[in-house]
């Protein structure tokens, strides 16, 4: 399977899913999957789902900008880099955002092992 494709699938997917129904992001985790979100981590699907619904805003619209990948070790996981934009509702200006995504291959599916969050404020 080409890593490309199922990086710009994968990103597509949990953007989509993280504006729509950010609870539905629980089944892309596993009890041993780790979130940094702006220097705070967070271990576990439920726990990372409970931060990633707390967060202060309904809506947001992504605009991706740069989408890297490169396959990570021998059982076929993947490093994802995004970069982009997001667009909260009510607010006039986007903010600037960089995240990071290592998933792993379960049996065909992939899931998010590590996730790191940063706002890029320059």
């Not at 950010?22 to 981590?41: D, W």
């Not at 931060?51 to 990570?72: E, G, H, R, W």
């Not at 996981?77 to 909260?88: D, E, Y």
């Not at 290592?102 to 899931?111: A, K, T």
């Amino acid at each position: 399977m080409d890593p490309d494709a199922v990086a710009k699938a994968f990103v597509e997917h949990y953007y989509t899913t993280f504006d729509a129904n950010r609870a539905g992001l629980v089944s892309l985790y596993q009890e041993g999957s780790m979130l940094t979100f702006e220097g705070q981590k967070i271990q576990g699907s439920q726990n990372i789902v409970a931060k990633l619904t707390s967060l202060p805003f309904q809506q947001c619209k992504p605009n991706i900008t740069t989408v890297d990948c490169q396959p990570s070790g021998p059982a076929g996981g993947m490093l994802v880099f995004v970069s982009g934009n997001l667009q909260l509702a009510g607010e006039q200006h986007a903010l600037k955002f960089s995240q990071m995504f290592h998933l792993v291959s379960n049996q065909g599916n992939y899931y998010v092992f590590n996730d790191i969050f940063r706002l890029n404020y320059a």
